[in-house]
């Protein structure tokens, strides 16, 4: 990965910047979004982050994040998109970003679009912070424990700890860096995937009770309402990593969990194993991702994009499923 001189003298000119995320984040994109939020205000920035969504409370633990769409500025020389894979991904500040005179655009989707003007892209890395992690290096910038924290939530989140297929040696040296920094990697681990309220239990319940399998059940597909949301006095940001259980049975190589987001709106999430290329069926629909993890939106209710989500299976691997 080569990091131009151009980027680097774009982010040292600036003083005002704003960084966005994507709808619906996870926290690759909240790591990112608060690790360059902390590192510029180190050298002197101001710095605001904007979310088109909740940022849920498992990330409570990240410094800074509680700033996130709370902005002290309202003009900026610098916008900085983190993790954003296509333009549309900004959801409701994509007019604020393309309002901003210099545009970064940094990311790991091999599906990005490529919406900078100055666009930093490598479709190998497991997450977008390690390209920031890498970023900050070259900077010869102070990495802090905070920094360093918010570094580590992105890339455990995105490789599900480790145990993905994106994952690579450099991962696992970059990590140990972080470890090297102060990270507790034990604490930071059980927030992520280990910790659940009672209402994230009951989702998962709903979800088991809704399973539908194709394919000589090898693909799995199931679905949470509204009012299941509602049931479980829980939100949509409540079921990260939901949809890892489903891919997780033996035999199946294609998950999704739909998910009723906004009125007549579902948000996708869809995961495979081994060779399946997941992006192509989000592409199908709008979406992007990565091979073995990918979303997108599907107008209409839970049951109907589940019946939308089976047809395009049936046209995007038509002869395999």
């Not at 990330?59 to 700033?67: C, E, G, I």
């Not at 190589?253 to 081994?274: F, Y």
């Not at 997941?278 to 049951?303: D, M, P, Q």
């Amino acid at each position: 990965m080569k990091i131009s001189n151009e980027l680097v003298e774009a982010i040292n000119n600036s003083n005002n910047v704003a960084i966005f995320i994507h709808v619906r984040p996870d926290g690759d994109c909240i790591g990112s979004g608060v690790a360059l939020k902390l590192a510029l205000e180190q050298i002197g920035k101001h710095a605001d982050i904007y979310c088109d969504g909740e940022v849920g409370k498992t990330f409570s633990y990240l410094k800074r994040v509680d700033t996130i769409n709370k902005p002290t500025l309202k003009e900026y020389d610098t916008a900085i998109a983190v993790d954003v894979p296509t333009f549309n991904r900004i959801g409701c500040y994509a007019d604020l970003y393309k309002s901003i005179k210099c545009r970064l655009n940094i990311d790991h989707h091999q599906t990005n679009d490529k919406f900078g003007d100055i666009d930093l892209i490598d479709g190998t890395r497991a997450s977008a912070c390690e390209i920031i992690y890498e970023l900050f290096v070259l900077m010869n910038l102070n990495i802090t424990k905070e920094i360093s924290e918010a570094l580590y939530t992105g890339i455990a989140t995105d490789t599900g700890c480790f145990v993905h297929n994106n994952v690579q040696s450099v991962t696992h040296i970059i990590a140990a860096d972080l470890m090297n920094r102060g990270v507790d990697v034990g604490k930071i681990n059980t927030i992520i995937f280990k910790n659940k309220s009672l209402g994230q239990v009951e989702l998962q319940k709903i979800a088991l009770n809704h399973m539908q399998f194709y394919g000589k059940n090898k693909i799995c597909f199931t679905y949470l309402t509204k009012g299941d949301f509602t049931f479980a006095h829980c939100t949509p940001n409540d079921t990260v990593g939901l949809v890892d259980t489903f891919i997780g049975i033996d035999g199946v190589e294609i998950g999704a969990l739909i998910s009723e987001d906004k009125p007549g709106i579902c948000a996708v999430s869809i995961r495979s194993k081994g060779n399946i290329n997941v992006s192509t069926l989000a592409e199908y629909f709008g979406g992007g991702g990565h091979k073995n993890a990918a979303g997108c939106n599907i107008f209409g209710s839970a049951r109907v994009a589940v019946k939308k989500l089976a047809k395009a299976v049936e046209e995007v691997y038509a002869g395999i499923y």
